[in-house]
């Protein structure tokens, strides 16, 4: 599934690099004008580094640059740093998918000022 995304001409992939080696990458598509981030993971080794703030940033601006005026995320409700991130990054939850993990909650988020 992960690699037939990438391979979409919709999808926006983001990578990063320390020693030689990929440590880190952020996923998101765009379609029309909204886009939707998939994904974004880092070697714990790599993490607490500032590459998942860094990979965001560089994905946001793509997105903006192919078109988007909104992004949407789905995170576990148990994911605190990743929640913490998003917000940081100007995220607000909007919604509460409850029960949509066999094991948790997802909240909905959205940023909606990447024009």
Do not use: H, W
Not at 4 to 22: V, Y
Not at 36 to 47: A, G, Q
């Amino acid at each position: 599934m992960l690699e037939c995304e990438i391979n979409s001409p919709l999808s926006i992939l983001e990578t990063e690099e320390r020693d030689g080696k990929i440590v880190g990458y952020a996923l998101g598509r765009v379609v029309a004008d909204e886009a939707e981030l998939l994904k974004i993971c880092v070697l714990s080794d790599y993490r607490k580094q500032g590459i998942a703030e860094k990979l965001l940033g560089k994905l946001l601006k793509k997105m903006r640059e192919n078109g988007a005026v909104a992004c949407f995320l789905e995170v576990r409700s148990k994911n605190s740093p990743a929640i913490s991130l998003y917000q940081k990054m100007g995220f607000e939850q909007i919604a509460l998918r409850r029960r949509y993990y066999p094991d948790d909650d997802a909240i909905v988020m959205k940023r909606s000022d990447l024009a």
